[in-house]
């Protein structure tokens, strides 16, 4: 894992801990977030960012 990986998934970690959630990041690059899903009482996965870029984006927005 190269340290821009490193640094991308260190950032989409703090920012789940930071919404008291989990993550994960899927083979294709999806980013799942285990957490109160937005706008809704229920908590579950959800889908954060269809790739990283895109969560990044948001992330950084």
Known sequence: ????NKTIRAKIKD?????D???????TGE????GKMPNSIETGW???AHNIPEAME????
């Not at 894992?1 to 821009?4: D, E, G, N, Q, V």
């Not at 920012?15 to 919404?19: D, K, T």
């Not at 980013?31 to 285990?34: K, N």
């Open 58 to 61: 948001r992330i950084c927005a």
């Open 31 to 34: 980013v799942h977030l285990y």
């Open 1 to 4: 894992m190269t340290m821009i």
């Open 21 to 27: 959630c989990k993550y994960r990041i899927t083979a």
């Open 15 to 19: 920012y789940a801990e930071s919404r």
């Open 46 to 48: 959800w889908l954060f």
